[in-house]
Structure formats: structure tokens, C-alpha cells
């Protein structure tokens, strides 16, 4: 039996932190978009002053969000690369600012709490996925690690359409001022289920090899890989030490990137990649979708449901995603992507300018089909597999903070785009997502089933010639085999 099989062990694992982590992100970001008018009215009756206006007070509740998990992602990854700690109790002391930021922002007596809340939140969650995007990935076998690595985005969607769900004032659930704190219970719960259930998983194999040595990362990996043979085993024990062979054994820095030309590429591609999920607008649609429909004539109700049915859309499409992941491809899948959300926004803006209103919620459905399918699976684990193992954590850092960070410039400036340019907003998505899709078909490698030293081979320039001579090879080596001409290494 081979080792790149699903095993209920290995699953405990990915839906352990998911659930935990990526289904609490989810539903931070939905909140603040049909929940505004509740949470306005709440604090309108409770004569609560605004911070300088509403529409500057509710860009910082959004905005809060990614400035923490900007900072959670530059702060937590060096702590989860010391060996004392390591990435599953990294992953367990993340739940501590998520659970307070649940109480702060459902029991906030002022506009001031409930935008340190979305700070916490935003910690927490930006340190949660850094580590997380790591722990998946080296923990899943190379053949099914962009499946798996998609099931992060799959509970982000989830998040995303229940907290939209339960505010649509047509569905009765929570759409009120008197009770929409009752939905902060939903995260804690999550938070509660990682907390429960991590601590029965052993940290990953390769953090274990590089900080403990190789008969605990063997054992790790037995678990993970319960009935796998030997010799698959010892495969990935061989791919473990060749990618603890690139670095000097201790984790690099920013001087160390800066100094090494091979390693900042691969940082610097993995950093475009992660912003692209921001750029392309995705945050534009899920944080201010109900607004725009609104402001396009819609009502109030129609345009929650649009946006809740935008929401559902993006759960849908990231299931077909999670399969075609290891078959198509990451720079297939992403180029398809960002393409298609060009042409949608393109579509987006001609039937926002018309009053086209059912032209406008397909646009923007296609918007979220495009980016499900793509730029919101591809990005989160890129990192992981660009970067070795003495560079990942700084990788990682840099690659999640420029998302978090374009995270927060979308989410806080486009209310203003909205207001400079009406109907117009969304033209300014279709020229970002056309250069994204040039750059990712210009420079983003192939990383589908590869090691990292093989990605590696990639940025290097010019490349060596027996590299040259390896992938000559591997083109004729198909159809010579099938002439019955056998190749010896």
C-alpha cells in the first residue's frame, strides 16, 4: 500500500485546524457584510457616538481585521519554528485572542471595542493560517497536498456564506439588532473543537526531522501514513533530509533572504501569489456586496440574499476546485482564475452602469466562481511549497502579510473607491486582475507533486545543464518507453 492515500488519522489533522482556524476567518469576513445595518441600529439605539462618521467608523471594523492578521502573520511563525513550541501548539495558543475577540465584539459597549475585537480576531487568525498553510502542507503526501491544502479555503467559504446566511433578514435566523451577538457563539464553538481534538495529532514530520530528529518525525509519519509501506516512508524520510540539506540547519531570517538570490525569488513569487487573492477584489465582493446591490437600486432584502447566494456560490465551486488541485495544476488553475475574474468584472461593471440587475448578481456570482476556482485555493499554501523548511516560516510571514496587508487596503479604501467612481468601482478590479493573470503565466512555477528541490531547480538562472538534460528526459521518456526502449538513470 502506497503512502499517498487519505487516512482518518490524516484527515483528523487538516479538519482539526480548519474547522478551528480557517472556518472562524471565514465567518470574520462575511460578518461585516450583511450584519452592518444590526450593528448600526444596535449602537444607533444605544446612542453611541461614531468615530468621526459611520462610513469611517465600520472601514476601521473591517479594517482591523486584516491589520491584526497583517501583524499575527509577521509575529507567530518564528514562534512556531522553535523547538519547544512547533506548529500544533502554536496552533492551540491561537485560540486564547480568538475566543476573547468573540466577547469583545459581541458584548462592546462602544465602536472602540468592537474594533480592538476585530483586531484580536484578526491576530489570531492571521498567526492561525500561517502556521496552519505549514502544518497541512507537510503533513499531506506530495500527490494529494494541493487537494488538502484546498480544504483550508473549502471551511473559509463555509465561514463566509454561514455568517452571510444567518443575517439575511428573509431567512429569520439572526437578522436582528437584539440578537446578533448570539452568532459570535459559532467561532467559539470551532475554536473549541481544535482545542479538543489537535492535541490527539503529533506535530509534522519535517518541523519534527529538522528540530527532534528522524526517529520522531518516522513516528510521526507512521501515524499520518497508517498501513503506507516502508519504502513510501522512507521516500519521504529521503525528500526530508534533502530539503533539510539546503539550509544550515538553523531557520533564515530577512538578512539571510535578502542575501540568498534563489531563495528571495522563490519569496517574492509566493508574495505575489498571496496578494493576488486580495488584489483581484475578492474582498470588495464579500465585504461590500450587499452596499453596492443596494446602492444599485436593489432592496435591502434582495440585496442580502444576493449577496448569501454569492456566498453559497463560493462553497460550491471550492469542492470541484479540491479535486482538480493535483490533476490540472496551480499555475492552470490560477491563470484560469484571474482570467475569468477579468472577464467578470468586465461583465460586473457594464450591468452596474446599465441597472442590469440580474446581469450584475450572475457577474459577481462569476466573480466568485473564478476566484473559488483559483487565486482563493492556490494562494494560501503556495508558500509552503516554494519555500525549504529553514525558509518557510519567514516565507510564510511575508507571503500571508502581504495578504493581510492588501487585505486591509482593499477592505479599508474601496467604500471610498465606491463613493469616487458609483457604478464604475469594479473597472478598477479588471485591470489588476488582467496584470495578475500575465504575471502568474510569466513567472509562477509549476508546483503539482514536486519536491522542493525540484521547484527549486526552477529559479535558477541559468539553470545547470544536468537539470537541462533531466527535464530533456523526462519528455522523451513516455514515448520511448512505450517503443519498448528502456531508460537507465
Not at 492515500?5 to 474547522?19: D, E, N, W, Y
Not at 475577540?101 to 480576531?121: D, H, K, N
Not at 453596492?292 to 435591502?300: E, I, N, R
Request: hydrophobic share 45%; net charge neutral.
Amino acid at each position: 500500500m502506497g503512502g499517498s492515500q487519505i487516512t482518518p488519522q490524516l484527515m483528523l489533522a487538516v479538519m482539526s485546524c480548519t474547522i478551528g482556524a480557517s472556518f472562524q476567518y471565514g465567518f470574520h469576513v462575511g460578518f461585516v457584510n450583511n450584519a452592518v445595518h444590526y450593528v448600526q441600529a444596535y449602537y444607533d439605539d444605544q446612542g453611541v457616538e461614531y468615530v468621526y462618521n459611520f462610513d469611517f467608523t465600520w472601514a476601521c471594523v473591517v479594517s482591523a481585521f486584516a491589520i491584526g492578521g497583517a501583524l499575527g502573520t509577521f509575529v507567530v511563525p518564528s514562534f512556531a519554528n522553535k523547538p519547544w513550541i512547533g506548529r500544533k501548539k502554536a496552533l492551540l495558543f491561537l485560540t486564547i485572542p480568538c475566543y476573547m475577540s468573540c466577547g469583545l465584539i459581541a458584548l462592546a459597549p462602544r465602536w472602540e471595542y468592537m474594533i480592538f475585537g476585530r483586531f484580536l480576531v484578526g491576530f489570531g487568525s492571521g498567526g492561525s493560517f500561517t502556521v496552519l498553510t505549514m502544518y497541512i502542507s507537510e503533513i499531506s503526501p506530495k500527490a494529494l497536498r494541493g487537494g488538502l491544502g484546498t480544504v483550508n479555503q473549502l471551511l473559509i467559504t463555509i465561514g463566509i456564506f454561514v455568517s452571510q446566511a444567518i443575517f439575511t433578514e428573509k431567512f429569520g435566523l439572526l437578522s436582528g439588532e437584539d440578537v446578533w451577538q448570539y452568532s459570535l457563539l459559532l467561532p467559539m464553538v470551532c475554536n473549541t473543537v481544535l482545542v479538543m481534538t489537535l492535541p490527539l495529532c503529533p506535530d509534522s514530520p519535517p518541523f519534527l526531522f529538522k528540530s527532534k530528529g528522524e526517529s520522531e518525525a518516522r513516528e510521526a509519519l507512521q501515524w499520518f501514513r497508517k498501513g503506507a509501506s516502508a519504502e513510501s516512508m522512507d521516500s519521504e524520510i529521503k525528500d526530508m533530509q534533502e530539503e533539510a540539506n539546503m539550509g544550515t540547519g538553523k531557520s533564515a531570517g530577512f538578512a539571510d533572504v535578502c542575501r540568498d538570490k534563489l531563495l528571495w525569488k522563490q519569496i517574492l513569487v509566493g508574495m505575489f501569489v498571496n496578494m493576488s487573492m486580495q488584489l483581484s477584489g475578492i474582498d470588495g465582493v464579500l465585504y461590500y456586496s450587499t452596499g453596492v446591490f443596494d446602492k444599485a437600486g436593489m432592496t435591502q432584502e434582495w440585496a442580502q440574499v444576493s449577496s448569501t447566494l454569492v456566498g453559497l456560490v463560493n462553497v460550491i465551486v471550492t469542492i470541484p476546485a479540491m479535486f482538480f488541485m493535483d490533476s490540472l495544476g496551480r499555475k492552470f488553475i490560477q491563470s484560469v482564475g484571474l482570467g475569468g475574474m477579468c472577464l467578470s468584472y468586465a461583465s460586473l461593471t457594464l450591468a452596474l452602469v446599465c441597472g442590469w440587475h440580474k446581469l450584475a448578481v450572475l457577474s459577481m456570482v462569476m466573480v466568485i466562481v473564478f476566484f473559488a476556482f483559483g487565486p482563493g485555493c492556490v494562494g494560501w499554501f503556495i508558500v509552503s511549497e516554494l519555500c525549504p523548511i529553514h525558509a518557510r516560516a519567514i516565507g510564510t510571514s511575508i507571503g500571508l502579510g502581504a495578504n493581510f496587508f492588501a487585505n486591509w487596503f482593499i477592505g479599508f479604501v474601496f467604500p471610498f473607491i465606491h463613493t469616487a467612481l458609483g457604478n464604475w468601482c469594479f473597472s478598477v478590479f479588471l485591470v489588476t486582475t488582467f496584470v495578475l493573470t500575465v504575471f502568474t503565466m510569466t513567472c509562477v512555477p509549476e508546483t503539482k507533486g514536486k519536491s522542493i528541490a525540484e521547484v527549486s531547480e526552477y529559479f535558477m538562472t541559468p539553470p545547470p545543464r544536468s537539470v537541462e538534460i533531466r527535464q530533456d528526459l523526462k519528455g522523451l521518456e513516455e514515448p520511448l518507453v512505450k517503443s519498448g526502449i528502456e531508460i537507465q538513470s
